[in-house]
């Protein structure tokens, strides 16, 4: 599974909204690419002519995505002992940058 797909999964695959359901699509469609960047996977999704609301789901969930694998996401990066981030639920930084 594309590492993005299975972040998304983990952290948005039981949400409302397009997001959620942009997880749980991509969870299940065998041809979105294993690897990429975001450009490689947005013109995977615009040549398979999504809706422009799916678009911009995969943009923000990105954005997420991205925030989440920079450095400056860890308490431990703010002097904590811990490398937990908030914004993966109690997940190690590391854990998810290793997807």
């Known amino acids: 599974?594309?590492?993005?797909?299975?972040?998304?999964?983990?952290?948005?695959?039981?949400?409302?909204?397009?997001?959620?359901?942009?997880?749980?699509?991509?969870?299940?469609?065998?041809?979105?690419?294993?690897s990429g960047g975001h450009?490689?996977?947005?013109n995977f999704l615009e040549s398979s002519?999504?809706?422009?609301?799916v678009l911009d789901a995969f943009d923000k969930a990105w954005a997420e995505w991205m925030t989440c694998l920079s450095p400056g996401c860890t308490a431990e990066a703010a002097g904590g002992s811990s490398s937990f981030?908030?914004?993966?639920?109690?997940?190690?930084?590391?854990?998810?940058?290793?997807w």
Not at 22 to 34: K, Q
Not at 39 to 42: A, G, H, P, T, W
């Open 1 to 34: 599974m594309n590492p993005f797909v299975a972040w998304l999964v983990e952290h948005h695959g039981r949400a409302y909204g397009p997001v959620g359901v942009l997880a749980r699509d991509l969870r299940h469609w065998p041809l979105f690419p294993e």
């Open 39 to 42: 450009k490689k996977l947005r």
């Open 49 to 53: 002519a999504v809706d422009t609301s």
């Open 85 to 98: 981030c908030p914004a993966h639920g109690g997940r190690s930084h590391q854990a998810v940058r290793s």
